[in-house]
């Protein structure tokens, strides 16, 4: 099975909510920024094999060394509650460029839809991945070491860290 992941921050999804007795909570749509009605996602393959160049591709975008957060998401679940998920490896913008072939992007047509996949993703806050500070940063090193990456693709804040990769 394949999934769909977005990072996201797991505290602003750490709430309790039931759609009988209270609105749903504004502080997690700031995880779901979308562009042109569009919200950025990467197509994780069955056997996860594309995970590293994913979290890579997220990480080298950040400043700093940072933990990352993602959730898990069904795309058939998608699909039912009335979203379109479409290729957009042409917009991928990461500096990995199997990250890049992985993106894809859920059509959100109106700030309605884009509350009711709030819901959704709520529902599956269990699907919620850590992945450490750490493990990112012997990522980032492993892609220097192996020549996958070098110095001159980190940003300036990447390469106050890794000055002497």
């Given at each position: ?21 209270k609105p749903f909570k504004a502080n997690p749509l700031g995880d779901l920024r979308t ?131």
């Open positions: 099975m394949t999934y769909l992941i977005r990072v996201l921050t797991a505290e602003r999804w750490n709430f309790e909510y039931s759609e009988a007795d562009d042109h009605d569009n919200l950025s996602v990467f197509e994780l393959d069955k056997k996860k094999n594309n995970l590293n160049d994913i979290l890579l591709g997220f990480a080298l975008k950040k400043y700093s060394v940072s933990t990352l957060q993602y959730v898990e998401l069904d795309p058939k679940e998608i699909s039912k509650l009335g979203f379109d998920v479409v290729n957009a490896k042409e917009e991928g913008n990461t500096l990995i460029q199997a990250a890049n072939e992985a993106h894809m992007n859920i059509k959100i047509r109106s700030a309605d839809k884009l509350v009711e996949l709030a819901k959704h993703i709520y529902t599956k806050t269990e699907n919620i991945q850590t992945v450490k500070r750490k493990e990112i940063k012997k990522l980032i090193e492993d892609s220097l070491t192996s020549g996958t990456l070098t110095s001159g693709d980190l940003n300036c804040g990447l390469k106050k860290v890794f000055k002497n990769s």
